[in-house]
Nanobody, 121 residues
Framework: QVQLVESGGGSVQAGGSLRLSCAAS????????MGWFRRAPGKEREILAA????????FYADSVKGRFTISIDNAKNTVFLQMTSLKPEDTAVYYC??????????????WGQGTQVTVSS
């Protein structure tokens, strides 16, 4: 099975930056896109960004456009989320996911255990 391991979370002050990483292993042949979603206390899951493995085309949620950047390595097995201008409302557990859907790349099929991001003011 596909395994995803997130890292890079932590605590940062408002306005700061963090870079999250996600390493994928296992049978990832059918993975069309990788992305990130987050879940904050008392809030619904938010799909933040996705990137296709083949062309590196990207999708961003309006809430993070201009602040977050998703990228993927040349081996197509590691995805990153560069987060800048962080706000307290960005506090959440961040999850990396894989999607096998060529149309709905924001639909997670597999995800990791998550990494905590805490933004303080």
């Amino acid at each position: 099975q596909v395994q995803l391991v997130e890292s890079g979370g932590g605590s940062v002050q408002a306005g700061g930056s963090l870079r999250l990483s996600c390493a994928a292993s296992g049978p990832t042949f059918s993975t069309y896109a990788m992305g990130w979603f987050r879940r904050a206390p008392g809030k619904e899951r938010e799909i933040l960004a996705a990137i296709t493995r083949s062309s590196s085309s990207t999708f961003y949620a309006d809430s993070v456009k201009g602040r977050f950047t998703i990228s993927i390595d040349n081996a197509k097995n590691t995805v990153f989320l560069q987060m800048t201008s962080l706000k307290p409302e960005d506090t959440a557990v961040y999850y990396c996911y894989c999607s096998t859907n060529r149309v709905l790349l924001t639909r997670p099929d597999y995800w990791g255990q998550g990494t905590q991001v805490t933004v303080s003011s």
